[in-house]
């Protein structure tokens, strides 16, 4: 059975920091890219982040140099360093994996951050 279960999120001030992790099974993870999104009410689900299976990292506009993806492969789990965060961040985020690009595709429940002061 395939699950990707996210956790990490929280409610934090602006400036704050959180780590997201998203712990994958059921699939040969170091075979799938690995990709954050997220969902704000009222929004289309964006693109945070993203980690290829050579480990090459790309990010949106909005969060780069704030956030760092990162995986394990020996723990099959990947994650989101988000520092500096923004009211704006506010979201659900959701861990995405695919294989062949996108030939098959997982995805978590998700978890919410709150970014308030």
């Known amino acids: 059975q395939v699950q990707l279960v996210e956790s990490g999120g929280d409610m934090v001030k602006p400036g704050g920091s959180l780590r997201l992790s998203c712990a994958a099974s059921?699939?040969?993870?170091?075979?799938?890219?690995m990709y954050w999104y997220r969902q704000a009410p009222g929004k289309k689900r964006e693109l945070v982040a993203s980690?290829?299976?050579?480990?090459?990292?790309d990010y949106s506009d909005s969060v780069k140099g704030r956030f760092t993806i990162s995986r394990d492969n020996a723990k099959s789990a990947v994650y989101l360093q988000m520092n500096s965060l923004k009211s704006e961040d506010t979201a659900a985020y959701y861990c995405?994996?695919?294989?062949?690009?996108?030939?098959?595709?997982?995805w978590g429940q998700g978890t919410q951050v709150t970014v308030s002061s």
């Open positions: 059921g699939f040969t993870f170091r075979d799938y890219a």
């Open positions: 980690i290829t299976v050579g480990y090459f990292p």
């Open positions: 995405n994996a695919k294989y062949l690009g996108g030939l098959v595709n997982y």
